[in-house]
């Protein structure tokens, strides 16, 4: 059974760093794109990231590009997102997701990220 | 960016009954390969989001066949034949076309 296990959620200052990481169960871990996607409670879904299989090709919302930093380590089966620069307007939930969009689409439970001083 | 726009934002039904749910995206989501690139979930309280449908009108694994998905040019419906209580949560569609992808605003359905 597939199991995503987000962590380093946590609460942090503003300007501060958060590195989340996503510990993916069984061997597929590298067949599949992976995506992280936020959502501050009771509000709806905003897409951060995504990266391909092997970690050639990332792509980033512009509200994060040049302060989060996607990867992935398909040894060690975990998806990773380096948090820089964080705002206020960063704290939510963050998912990890694999294969979004498509017909092994799967969510992690989440992690909460908080950016306040 | 792509925009998705749903309707309604809530929607109460009582067990039993049909429900329908809208989305309309601000351009096509029809892939060269063929594919459209739509996807429903549904967030019931407490979890993660979940896929329902996926590239428009098909049923993800578990999935209930209470459940279809549509799609007339840009815009797109999720259809409950029969509602269940444990229907209840904020259903969501998502455009997997291009980067971003996005989300419409949820709909919450309510028992």
Known sequence: ?117 | DIVMTQSPLSLAVSPGEPASISCRSSQGLLHSNGDTWLDWYVQKPGQPPQVLIYLGSNRASGVPDRFSGSESGTDFTLKISRVEADDVGVYYCMQGLQTPYTFGQGTKLEI
């Open chain 1, 1 to 117: 059974e597939v199991q995503l296990v987000e962590s380093g959620g946590g609460q942090v200052q503003p300007g501060g760093s958060l590195r989340l990481s996503c510990a993916a169960s069984g061997s597929t871990f590298r067949r599949y794109w992976m995506h992280w996607v936020r959502q501050v409670p009771g509000k709806g879904l905003v897409w951060v990231s995504r990266m391909n299989l092997d970690g050639s090709v990332t792509d980033y919302a512009d509200s994060v590009k040049g302060r989060f930093t996607i990867s992935r380590d398909n040894a060690k089966n975990t998806l990773y997102l380096q948090m820089n620069s964080l705002r206020a307007e960063d704290t939510a939930l963050y998912f990890c997701i694999r294969d979004l969009s498509g017909k092994d689409d799967y969510w992690g439970q989440g992690t909460l990220v908080t950016v306040s001083s």
